[in-house]
Structures are given as C-alpha cells and as structure tokens.
C-alpha cells in the first residue's frame, strides 16, 4: 500500500485546501503536533537537525504526499522541519482526529503502519548518505528528484519538475554552491545530466536513472503490500 492508496475514508476526513507561498514553513522540528498534512499541489522540502547543528534533507515532498505521520500518531513533538519550496496547497486533519480515525478503521492502521515504515526507511537513507562521498550524495539528490515528480521526454529521459537552485542542492548535501556547479558539470561531461532552460534532465541510460529504480527496488522489498 502506497502513500497515495490512502483509504477514502482518510482522505476525505482532511478539512478543504489552504493556499501557501513558497519558502513558509509548515511546521519546525521539536514543536507539537498538532496535525497531519496532506499534499494537494506543489513541493516542500522537509529537513532534521543532527547532533552538533548538522542539517540533513529528508525527502522532497509532492502532490499526494502525507506529512506528520508518525509524531501525530503517537503524541509527540516533529522529529523534522518541513517548508514550501514553491506555491503549495495543502489540507490538515487534526492530531487527535486522525488518531481517532486509526483507532476505528483497520484500514487507516494498515496504511499507517505501511507509512511508518516507509518514513523510517527514507530517514534512514538520508542519514547514511553521507557516507558517500559528494558527487555520490548530489546523484541520490537527483534520483530523489525524479521520484518527487517528473516529466518523461520523447526520447525516454526525465525532466525533473521542481525548479531547484544550487543552492537548494548544496544545502542538501552540505558544501558550497561552487562545488554544487562543479559536480553537475562533471555529471553532464559523462551523460548522466542535461539541463535546457533552466530545468535538469536525466538521460534514459543514466546512471541517476538507475539510483531511481533501486530506491523504487529497496522500498518494495523491503515493505511488504497490506492487503
């Protein structure tokens, strides 16, 4: 069961969209929940705070995707920071309701227990990717992309849809926006990048490509479908 296979009855308990300008902060780390975020249109990018003051980016969030989860379920403070990266819209069900809604629907709870291990799984991945090296952590930036919402071309490549900076990319690998340029200049030489326009896309035989697909592969093998 997917994020976006969220039972109806969830769905439609979110009370009516709320439009939201780009770089607003939805919720910060370490404060209540008070709700769970359903995503109607646009991008946030959700971040945490390591020991030390060490940022790392998550996930990027889209359209269809749920946030707040976990710490909603459960009564406790976020363990993340999420903010819009653009125009978003955006529906909330209270803390307490969507508790409610777990306790009485064993579907609610399936899907629940399907996302948390989803959560947990992509923290994790966050985390441990800086045990690569830089070039490695921007490619699995770039696949993260592509999964957040793309456009395939004639040719079979993939024009990722959010318009990120290299500054957005340097912050989420921790280094410096010229390295940032350096690297995507390295990744175009060897045929695993192109950019027209403004916009970045992934070439069919690319090598990012086939990050896309493993983080696919991990997830579902790793989680099994709730019936």
Avoid at 20 to 26: K, Q
Avoid at 28 to 37: C, D, E, I, K
Avoid at 63 to 77: C, D, E, H, I, K
């Amino acid at each position: 069961m997917s994020p976006t296979d969220a039972p109806a009855v969830l769905t439609a308990a979110f009370g009516p969209p709320v439009d939201l300008r780009s770089h607003v902060t939805v919720f910060r780390q370490g404060t209540a929940a008070t709700a769970v975020y359903y995503v109607v249109d646009g991008h946030l990018n959700e971040t945490t705070t390591q020991p030390g003051g060490h940022g790392v980016m998550l996930r990027l969030l889209c359209r269809g995707s749920f946030l707040a989860v976990a710490p909603a379920l459960l009564n406790q403070n976020h363990y993340s920071t999420t903010q819009t990266v653009d125009a978003c819209q955006i529906r909330t069900l209270s803390s307490q309701a969507f508790r409610d809604l777990y306790e009485r629907d064993c579907t609610i709870s399936r899907w629940a227990a399907s996302m948390l291990a989803r959560n947990i799984l992509r923290q994790a991945a966050a985390v441990g990717r800086f045990g690569h090296d830089s070039a490695a952590r921007l490619e699995i930036i770039f696949a993260e992309l592509v999964r957040a919402g793309s456009i395939r071309m004639s040719d079979g490549s993939l024009r990722i849809s959010l318009a990120i900076t290299q500054d957005t990319l340097a912050n989420a690998i921790c280094t410096s926006r010229e390295y940032v340029g350096r690297l995507i200049h390295i990744l175009e030489s060897v045929g695993d990048l192109r950019r027209h326009n403004g916009w970045y896309i992934i070439p069919r035989s690319s090598r990012i490509m086939l990050l896309v697909n493993s983080l696919d592969d991990t997830l579902s093998g790793l989680i099994p479908e709730s019936n």
